[in-house]
């Protein structure tokens, strides 16, 4: 069965920066594409960031552009992401996601269909 465990959030104040790690398995890993997920308080879930198979492309979130980088490992099955200059509005529980087919890519959260127990981001002065 697929797992993701993720972890690495915490409480930083803005401007501050984060790494949030996800341990990937039950699948193979470096056949997937991945993406980072988020969900604010009170709001729906939201598409942070996709990366291929590989790491040769990413995209992301226009509100996280500049700001946040993904990245995988995959010889120790493990998606990564760094969040930089940190503002209120990212805090969030931020999951790590995988679809059902290896070459999912979308900026619909929903569409990634399993996801982990998330890891809590707190940003505040």
């Known amino acids: 069965a697929v797992q993701l465990v993720e972890s690495g959030g915490g409480l930083v104040e803005p401007g501050e920066s984060l790494v949030l790690s996800c341990a990937a398995s039950?699948?193979?890993?470096?056949?997937?594409?991945m993406a980072w997920v988020r969900q604010a308080p009170g709001k729906g879930l939201e598409w942070v960031s996709t990366i291929t198979d590989g790491g040769l492309e990413t995209s992301y979130a226009d509100s996280v552009k500049g700001r946040f980088t993904i990245s995988r490992d995959d010889a120790k099955n493990t998606l990564y992401l760094r969040l930089d200059h940190l503002k209120t509005d990212d805090t969030a529980m931020y999951y790590c996601?995988?679809?059902?087919?290896?070459?999912?890519?979308?900026?619909?959260?929903?569409?990634?269909?399993?996801r982990g127990q998330g890891t809590q981001v707190i940003v505040s002065s």
């Open positions: 996601a995988v679809g059902r087919d290896t070459y999912t890519w979308s900026e619909d959260a929903q569409t990634w269909r399993y």
């Open positions: 039950g699948f193979t890993f470096p056949l997937y594409n």
